[in-house]
């Protein structure tokens, strides 16, 4: 998960990547299928240190910001500045891998990347990842 990044590194500016996972389709075809407009599929990661940390069924994985198998992200979001050493940041990140985002636990639904980079945005600069982004699935859910 980490990277050659000085441990001594003390903040780091943080974006959010937005990814729509069905490239334009949900948008296209969602009126039809479901009964609503959905504006897409949404995978989100976060950007920090120089690094793209997102979730998954492996668990919390990273690579250099931008070098997603996904591409360019569709939307790129600034969530702030954190003040945070970089070696403090890998010890919440390593733990939030062998608890709540331990590989496994992933769930499309109701325990995904989007809820991760929530949790992750909230630790590093106290801002939550948009409202619509995590009301996704419940949406889908109800229609």
Known sequence: MSADLDLNVTSSEVFLYIYDMSKGMAKAFSQMFLGKELPGIWHTSVIAYEREYFFGSCGIQSCNAGETILGE??????????????????????????????????????????????????????????????????????T
Request: hydrophobic residues 35%.
């Open 73 to 142: 992200p569709d939307q790129m979001l600034k969530l702030g500045k954190c003040q945070l050493p970089y070696s403090l940041f890998l010890e919440y990140l390593s733990s939030l891998g062998d608890s709540t985002f331990a590989p496994g636990t992933y769930n499309l639904m109701e325990h995904n990347c989007n809820n991760f980079s929530n949790e992750l945005s909230l630790f590093l600069t106290g801002r939550p990842v948009p409202q619509e982004i995590l009301d996704l699935p419940s949406e889908v859910l109800n």
